[in-house]
């Protein structure tokens, strides 16, 4: 079985340029989530969809972050403008709707300069 | 609101000695389960062990098993006989009602040859 896939693996972007992130879910999973991880720190959650609506997106910073997942599969991350504070990795996680394990992505490592 | 604590920045260890880590949860959901992760310097979260909450018996996966102590909202981590491949960052996670997956500060375990 095919885990959850996450591209691109490293990022590099200047601040006030705009960057985009993907996501691939298990297959069947229907809950997908998107983390913000900085150095050192647990995963934040930024935003949780349930098929292809959003269920939490209440620590997402809306006015730079937009997510969406259309088709109730992949999904988009977007930072558009990035600020330096977003250098951190970008976890994409995918679950059963009924419950056990959450699994993750590799990650998208980004840094602003 | 959901809320894991874990109150060990850094853990020392023998290896082949057992290892205890902590993890302590709030949540006013009465249906919730409980996760631990590792996270080795690479990155990945790997998912290690789950525990429900309605489940009458402690979690086992190989050398892991969750310590569930419901009336005392903990969710322990013990890791049997450790290995040198066992240092990582360790993150306790929980899931509500509404599958918003919280993850805690984490705790750096170290194991010494």
């Known amino acids: 079985e095919a885990g959850v896939a996450q591209s691109p693996r490293y990022k590099i972007i200047e601040k006030r340029q705009s960057v985009a992130f993907w996501c691939n879910p298990i297959s069947g999973h229907a809950t997908l989530y998107w983390y913000q991880q900085i150095l050192g720190q647990g995963p934040k959650l930024l935003i949780q969809?349930?098929?292809?609506?959003?269920?939490?997106d209440s620590q997402l910073p809306k006015d730079r972050f937009s997510a969406e997942r259309l088709k109730g599969v992949d999904s988009t991350l977007k930072i558009q403008p990035a600020k330096l504070e977003d250098s951190a990795v970008y976890l994409c996680a995918s679950s059963l709707l009924g419950g056990g394990g959450a699994f993750f992505g590799q990650g998208t490592r980004l840094t602003v300069v | 609101a959901q809320k894991i604590t874990q109150t060990q920045p850094g853990m020392f260890v023998q290896e082949k000695e057992a290892v205890t880590l902590d993890c302590t949860y709030d949540t006013s959901d009465p249906s919730y389960g409980l996760f631990w992760y590792k996270q080795p310097s690479s990155g990945e979260m790997i998912f290690l062990i789950y525990?429900?909450?309605?489940?009458?018996q402690n979690a086992t996966e190989g050398r892991y098993s969750l310590n569930f102590q419901k009336a005392r909202k903990s969710a322990n981590l013990v890791i049997s006989a450790s290995q040198l491949g066992d240092s990582a960052m360790y993150f306790c996670?929980?899931?509500?009602?509404?599958?918003?997956?919280?993850f805690g500060k984490g705790t750096l375990l170290t194991v010494n040859p």
């Open positions: 969809f349930q098929n292809n609506g959003v269920v939490d």
């Open positions: 525990q429900g909450s309605y489940d009458q």
């Open positions: 996670a929980m899931r509500g009602s509404n599958y918003k997956l919280t």
